[in-house]
């Protein structure tokens, strides 16, 4: 969570997570107030460039051989943790009043959400640890405006949530419209496929097994399907094959899944890589999918140590991870860290319903890639802005200075997505006018690598119509579920209570009505999940 506050240091609220963002110098606070702070306006063109905006972003400043503004000299980030500092305590360094920049990499994630709403069906509330606001938030796609190639579209809008001079402040992108399913590269799939006794639960290998034979049946013939299962030791049961005459060899394969012995993910992620490598086609989007229930008890059981045995795989190949969580008892830590680590994403499953459309939907559209390392960047202008605050993104954040290093990974996205960030944002005056924030996303193209920006900006007499009055309805509905799960995360100390925060029972009303204006099932179910939170809490 990344926290600004320019109250004085001995009254200002310290951040609750750790906290990555870097503080500019004195040189480039010059030229923040004069409305520059680093960001410009580049397009996402194939050359970068982009035309001015009526807002003077930065007159002068120095430009790296790309075109795009240098990245924050070296010397003006944060202080280092300091010597023998635990990072618990290091977390609580309070942010310093020259920092206007906030940096994180993109995140398409939706698990979270999920297995919270499986938790509450199951008569339980999740443990905070596992409730990720980003990742409610963007499990609602939003109707934003879609680029007409690779890369993203950008937009800012916001509205006051009636609390104090505080506003919602939502940066949205896009990327282009997935292609039909005849027009996609065609694809490599090696399927690892968690096989240990906790499998055998209901509504885990069997739920897997049931999307798997629905998804080979509807795959291309000129994919292919390769298969690793994994408990105690891991086993190739199908090298890659391409399924033209040969989609019975796969089914069969499904079908011979049974649960035994322990669980060695590690063992199973490795060999996974290596058949995908094996199987490498040229010309076809190779990809790793992960299905677990991530409850690691043999072998290696961290995320960088798994990730460490595969990295030059990752690295050589560009073979990213998408992982599937399924069970009650889920491992929701690791499943995230080796998405975020391994390039990739995770999503879980509870039901039939939902497998086949991870499997037959979603998969198609994480096959094909339209932007790699994407990161975002959002400068508020210290005229204008006293207080600000990201919404999750929590285990994303990016040191400042990093946003133009392309070394520094980012998030792999694919055609057909949408991904919102959220700020709570305190204007100086309250109701005042003047430039409030630039948010620019920066991302390689996939096969080039080429670096590309785009970006949009929010003025603050943009912010005057009410959240819930007068607000665009995506801007309510992505309000409504980070709130919901800012409400899930009540009681823990690492985060403090969102400004302007409605009642559980009012969240449920508002995603309620926002359901019946559109008879969106999505909302209705988050509704209900609502109604079910409310009344265990209350």
């Not at 999918?289 to 690295?315: K, W």
């Not at 399924?326 to 690791?334: A, P, R, W």
């Not at 994403?345 to 559209?365: G, M, N």
Request: aromatic share 6%.
């Amino acid at each position: 969570m990344h926290t600004y506050s320019r109250t004085s240091p001995t009254t200002r609220p310290r951040p609750t997570t750790p906290r990555r963002g870097r503080r500019l110098g004195t040189a480039l606070l010059a030229l923040g107030t004069a409305g520059a702070l680093l960001l410009t306006g580049c397009s996402g063109g194939a050359d970068g460039q982009g035309d001015s905006s009526s807002y003077d972003r930065g007159k002068g400043e120095s430009r790296s051989q790309d075109g795009f503004p240098a990245p924050a000299p070296e010397g003006t980030g944060p202080r280092e943790q300091r010597e023998g500092q635990t990072d618990e305590e290091s977390r609580d360094i309070a942010p310093t009043p020259d920092d206007f920049l906030s940096t994180f990499a993109l995140d398409v994630d939706t698990a979270s959400y999920g297995y919270a709403r499986r938790t509450l069906d199951d008569g339980g509330l999740p443990d905070p640890s596992t409730v990720r606001p980003e990742e409610f938030v963007n499990s609602f796609r939003q109707d934003y405006e879609r680029p007409d190639g690779d890369g993203f579209s950008v937009s800012v809008d916001g509205a006051r949530t009636g609390d104090d001079g505080w506003s919602l402040v939502r940066v949205g992108l896009a990327t282009r419209a997935a292609d039909g399913d005849s027009e996609r590269p065609p694809a490599a799939l090696t399927f690892v496929i968690d096989v240990s006794g906790s499998m055998a639960e209901p509504g885990r290998l069997d739920l897997a097994q049931d999307a798997l034979r629905t998804m080979t049946n509807r795959l291309r013939d000129d994919d292919s399907v390769a298969i690793v299962t994994f408990s105690d030791e891991a086993e190739t049961v199908l090298p890659m094959t391409r399924l033209d005459d040969d989609r019975d060899r796969v089914l069969d394969a499904v079908d011979g899944l049974e649960p035994t012995d322990s669980t060695n993910l590690a063992a199973g992620v490795e060999t996974g890589y290596e058949t995908a490598v094996d199987g490498l086609r040229k010309g076809a989007t190779n990809r790793v999918v992960l299905l677990s229930d991530a409850l690691a008890n043999t072998g290696a059981t961290d995320a960088d140590t798994i990730l460490e045995r595969i990295a030059g795989e990752r690295r050589e190949h560009g073979i990213t991870l998408f992982g599937v969580g399924v069970g009650s008892d889920y491992g929701d830590e690791l499943m995230e860290q080796l998405a975020d680590r391994g390039d990739g994403h995770t999503t879980y499953v509870s039901t039939e319903e939902e497998a086949e459309e991870v499997f037959c939907e979603e998969l198609p559209r994480h096959v094909d890639l339209t932007a790699r390392d994407a990161k975002v960047q959002v400068s508020f202008d210290p005229a204008t802005v006293e207080e600000f605050r990201l919404i999750g993104y929590d285990n994303r954040q990016v040191a400042d200075e990093d946003f133009r290093d392309d070394r520094v990974d980012g998030g792999e996205v694919g055609p057909g997505h949408t991904v919102t960030a959220l700020y709570a944002v305190r204007t100086e005056g309250g109701e005042g006018g003047g430039h409030l924030a630039t948010a620019t996303v920066r991302w390689l193209d996939p096969d080039t690598r080429t670096p590309h920006e785009e970006s949009a900006e929010l003025e603050a007499t943009d912010l005057h119509r009410d959240l819930w009055a007068s607000s665009p309805y995506g801007l309510r509905v992505a309000a409504v579920a980070a709130y919901f799960a800012d409400c899930l995360r009540q009681g823990d100390t690492r985060w403090s209570d969102l400004p302007g925060r409605p009642s559980l029972g009012e969240l449920n009303r508002r995603a309620d009505d926002l359901a019946r204006d559109r008879e969106d099932k999505e909302l209705y179910d988050l509704a209900e999940a609502i109604e079910t939170a409310d009344a265990m809490l209350g």
